[in-house]
């Protein structure tokens, strides 16, 4: 919804959103969704889907890294990686910043999202002109997860809120689909909503993924323009520990969040969210 100069987000029947635009640059409605791409005052440009944010040029740099870095400098050899969703591009950019990456993969429903990130947010998309170690599937996640076994070393579920088409996403036989589709040392992370906005949700995922998974754990990042600005990612992992690997190990990389230091400290958790997880 936007009314006058302002994007107004209802993130919660209770709570609204708002910011200053400069211009709304582009609106359509996808086989899938309604997408929008509005330049703000604080964030920049902003790609909304459904009316929610999902990523601004200000702050996409907290959600890409930290959905990315944390897996992959666990893993010791993330050759082939999947993302799910991401079509903005933000997650496979920080992937291939991984010299051990020899390919990643992008599964993304909605082709319109890649082409209008391209147009409007060059600076997230850059790995999907062309980059030779990115591939680009326009398919269901779901789908592209169940058909495939044992081909990943790391799978990142990007995805929008659990309504509509990542619905699914979210689901326990998805994340066992998931776990077949890694190889025997595999790692997935997903973007998991907000612990203050959606306690429930990171409760039955958690639950359901620790059920499938040997090692599973979660933490957070601070994003504001989602909602609460608090937000979660959990990781799971068949063989290594997130929280064990040698940081003073971790390769310096072209990174403004994520930091060796940080991949350890934010699995130190706050008691409330610690509480979710029992
Ligand atoms: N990188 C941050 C942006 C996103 S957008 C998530 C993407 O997931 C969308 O482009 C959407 O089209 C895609 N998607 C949804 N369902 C599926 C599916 N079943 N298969 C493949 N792709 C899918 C994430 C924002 C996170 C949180 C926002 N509050």
Redesign the pocket.
Known sequence: MSSGFFYTEEQTPNLRYSCKINKTLHTETTP??ELAMIDTVQWGRMLV?DN????TIKDEFV??EMISHVALNTHPNPKKVMI?????G??IREAVKHDKVEKAVL????GR?IETSKEYLPEIASALFGHPKVEILVA???KHIEENEGEYDVIMV????PVG??E??FAADFYKAVYRALKPDGIMVA?TESPFVNAELISRVYKDIKGIFPITKLYLASIPT?PSGLWSFTIASKVYDPEAVDVSTIPERDTKYYTPALHKAVFSLPKFVQDLLK
């Open positions: 899938f969704q889907l929610m944010v999902m990523t959600y890409h799910i969703g991401g079509g903005d933000g997650a599964c993304e429903i909605d999202v269901d996640g779901v990007d995805s929008t809120e088409p990542a699914g996403l973007q989602y």
